[in-house]
């Protein structure tokens, strides 16, 4: 018997759809499916920089907060983590939060 290797793609996209103040609305979802919604408010992660949240008083469901999941989406707020990752990482490298992106592995 001859095992073979599985590769598992992952592709998310991301999009800012809308922000006022310092909250932000991203839709997102596998590629060419972004029919999800998440909410960030920017100024909670500027508190997670500075390390003003414990992790008792703050989750990462309430910092990246789904409107909507996206389809196919077979564990709770997965493609949103990732997007969340990619705008989190791109923030802490340049100061700036991205419009759009995507992570792709």
């Known amino acids: 018997m001859k095992w073979g290797k599985t590769l598992m793609a992952i592709c998310v996209e991301f999009e ?29 992660i500027d508190k997670m920089l500075l390390g003003s949240y414990d992790g008792n ?23 949103a983590m990732k997007a969340f990752t990619k705008i989190w990482r791109h923030y802490k490298e340049t100061g700036e939060f991205l419009e759009v992106g995507g992570y792709y592995a």
Not at 37 to 42: I, R
Not at 58 to 79: N, P
């Open 16 to 44: 800012r759809v809308s922000s006022k103040g310092s909250l932000a609305y991203y839709r997102y979802g596998s590629c060419g499916h972004g029919d999800g919604l998440f909410e960030l408010d920017y100024e909670d």
């Open 57 to 79: 008083s703050m989750t990462m469901d309430k910092i990246v907060r789904v409107k909507k999941l996206a389809s196919g989406e077979k564990e709770q707020h997965f493609l």
